[in-house]
């Protein structure tokens, strides 16, 4: 210890030990929330319609209808459903399901604890019925919150290689596999929760995002970074690695208050690679103006005692300016 001590000089050490203080403290009130959490009683209902459909002959429509009427348009008649029964592709979108997910034990594991959390930090919400189902690869619709009720596209999560993705953008295909169904169920929650920007600066919508996944942090702190924002750990890294060039990319050009709405192309949709017009594109994931945002409301976050219902309905302005925001070097 002796031989560690004399590398440091006074004022080194005082600032090494608060690190090490505030670190401490941090852990303590995480422990202290997550016993909290653990605590709270969620009456999770999962209905897992897919399999009730695979198993389910002509004669048991009328009670699937019954029971799951927003799944069956009153436009449709029962031989469309009966003909869907007999399809060779449902049969097999059924199946990959079945293999892939079996007792749905996990994810209703992982569901549960998301659930506690948006209980703690938001006590009125009502817990929504979630209904699993086949979607025919409806991938832009693979989760779907509307009031009490969750559906959840299953087929939608059978993993990026499967050959059901086979066509598809490798940056697509990517986001299909069930380590991100926890967290694309928190970005739909998210979505009831922030306000979209009216505000037409590049900015605005960078911290939007970065307020969802800032939330993603405290409502499923067990997923990896890289599962909430729907990166692979690769390109998790790379973000990392390259914040700072990053961040002065922005500044440097003045893109942070520029109202150009071609920039969200370039850094907030889902691509194969954010468009920075450098030679480093190709090796870029997308959507690195999210990450940025993230960092923003991090940083912010760090910075003040705001709380969390609280941040949500700051001006991203305001969140930039408190935040003191400086990239890691």
Same mark, same amino acid.
């Given at each position: 210890?002796?031989?560690?001590?004399?590398?440091?000089?006074?004022?080194?050490?005082?600032?090494?030990?608060?690190?090490?203080?505030?670190?401490?403290?941090?852990?303590?009130?995480?422990?202290?929330?997550?016993?909290?959490?653990?605590?709270?009683?969620?009456?999770?209902?999962?209905?897992?319609?897919?399999?009730?459909?695979?198993?389910?002959?002509?004669?048991?429509?009328?009670?699937?209808?019954?029971?799951?009427?927003?799944?069956?348009?009153?436009?449709?008649?029962?031989?469309?459903?009966?003909?869907?029964?007999?399809?060779?592709?449902?049969?097999?979108?059924?199946?990959?399901?079945?293999?892939?997910?079996?007792?749905?034990?996990?994810?209703?594991?992982?569901?549960?604890?998301?659930?506690?959390?948006?209980?703690?930090?938001?006590?009125?919400?009502?817990?929504?019925?979630?209904?699993? @189902?086949?979607?025919? /690869?409806? !991938?832009?619709?693979?989760?779907? +919150?509307? %009031?009490? &009720?969750?559906?959840?596209?299953? =087929?939608?999560?059978?993993?990026?290689?499967?050959?059901?993705?086979?066509?598809?953008?490798?940056?697509?295909?990517?986001?299909?596999?069930?380590?991100?169904?926890?967290?694309?169920?928190?970005?739909?929650?998210?979505?009831?929760?922030?306000?979209?920007?009216?505000?037409?600066?590049? @900015?605005?919508?960078? /911290?939007? !995002?970065?307020?969802?996944?800032? +939330?993603? %942090?405290? &409502?499923?702190?067990?997923?990896? =970074?890289?599962?909430?924002?729907?990166?692979?750990?690769?390109?998790?890294?790379?973000?990392?690695?390259?914040?700072?060039?990053?961040?002065?990319?922005?500044?440097?050009?003045?893109?942070?208050?520029?109202?150009?709405?071609?920039?969200?192309?370039?850094?907030?949709?889902?691509?194969?690679?954010?468009?920075?017009?450098?030679?480093?594109?190709?090796?870029?994931?997308?959507?690195?103006?999210?990450?940025?945002?993230?960092?923003?409301?991090?940083?912010?976050?760090?910075?003040?005692?705001?709380?969390?219902?609280?941040?949500?309905?700051?001006?991203?302005?305001?969140?930039?300016?408190?935040?003191?925001?400086?990239?890691?070097?």
């Amino acid at each position: 210890m002796k031989r560690l001590l004399k590398y440091f000089t006074i004022p080194v050490l005082r600032c090494f030990i608060l690190v090490m203080i505030l670190s401490i403290s941090s852990c303590g009130e995480t422990d202290k929330t997550e016993e909290e959490v653990a605590k709270i009683p969620v009456d999770l209902k999962i209905s897992r319609f897919d399999r009730e459909f695979a198993n389910a002959s002509v004669d048991d429509i009328p009670k699937l209808k019954a029971k799951y009427p927003y799944l069956f348009p009153e436009q449709f008649p029962d031989s469309v459903w009966s003909a869907k029964l007999a399809d060779t592709l449902q049969i097999e979108l059924s199946e990959e399901v079945a293999k892939e997910f079996g007792d749905f034990q996990q994810e209703s594991a992982d569901l549960e604890s998301l659930f506690k959390h948006i209980k703690y930090y938001f006590p009125a919400t009502e817990t929504p019925h979630i209904v699993t @189902l086949t979607s025919d /690869v409806r !991938y832009e619709s693979r989760i779907i +919150l509307v %009031d009490s &009720l969750l559906l959840i596209g299953l =087929d939608n999560y059978l993993g990026e290689d499967h050959h059901f993705y086979e066509g598809m953008q490798r940056y697509i295909a990517s986001s299909l596999d069930k380590k991100f169904l926890t967290s694309d169920v928190a970005s739909a929650f998210a979505k009831k929760v922030i306000s979209y920007p009216r505000n037409r600066a590049l @900015l605005s919508r960078m /911290v939007y !995002y970065g307020k969802e996944l800032y +939330l993603k %942090d405290k &409502l499923i702190p067990s997923a990896s =970074d890289a599962q909430k924002i729907g990166y692979s750990e690769e390109e998790m890294e790379w973000a990392r690695a390259n914040e700072e060039q990053m961040w002065k990319y922005f500044v440097e050009r003045e893109l942070l208050y520029s109202t150009d709405t071609g920039l969200d192309r370039k850094f907030l949709d889902p691509a194969p690679f954010t468009k920075f017009g450098l030679e480093l594109d190709n090796e870029s994931p997308g959507r690195l103006g999210r990450y940025m945002g993230w960092q923003i409301v991090r940083a912010f976050m760090e910075k003040t005692d705001v709380g969390l219902k609280q941040m949500l309905d700051i001006p991203a302005d305001e969140i930039l300016k408190q935040s003191n925001y400086k990239p890691k070097r």
